[in-house]
């Protein structure tokens, strides 16, 4: 079983930077990709971005790529969501995924999301 607790959302300006951490806990958890989705209201859950727990393999969705990025810090089993230049279209819920087969395949373990609002 693995745990995952989202924090760090919150009301931001356009243009702001936000950094939101997902922390991992059970026995297996290193054994997994972790990744960000998010969910706008009336829309589908979006893949954001993923990371291996070594952090050297993180790839973003094309939406985000060159404002958010994902780092890991395995002292504090902690995964996180760097969003810089936000825009009113990233307001969502951001979720924190854990995934064996793949961020893409499908998610085995979801965090309850942190609510993300962007606006001027």
């Known amino acids: 079983q693995v745990q995952l607790e989202e924090s760090g959302g919150g009301w931001v300006q356009v243009g702001g930077s936000l950094r939101l951490?997902?922390?991992?806990?059970?026995?297996?958890?290193?054994?997994?990709?972790?990744?960000?989705?998010?969910?706008?209201?009336?829309?589908?859950?979006?893949?954001?971005?993923g990371i291996n727990w070594s952090g050297d393999n993180t790839y973003m969705s094309d939406s985000v790529k060159g404002r958010f990025t994902c780092s890991v810090d395995n002292r504090i089993n902690t995964v996180y969501l760097e969003m810089n230049n936000l825009k009113p279209e990233d307001t969502a819920v951001y979720y924190c995924g854990a995934s064996m087969e793949g961020l893409l395949v499908g998610v085995d373990y979801w965090g309850?999301?942190?609510?993300?609002?962007v606006s001027s």
């Open 21 to 49: 951490a997902c922390t991992a806990s059970g026995r297996t958890f290193r054994s997994y990709a972790m990744g960000w989705f998010r969910q706008a209201p009336g829309k589908e859950r979006q893949f954001v971005g």
């Open 112 to 117: 309850k999301g942190t609510l993300v609002t």
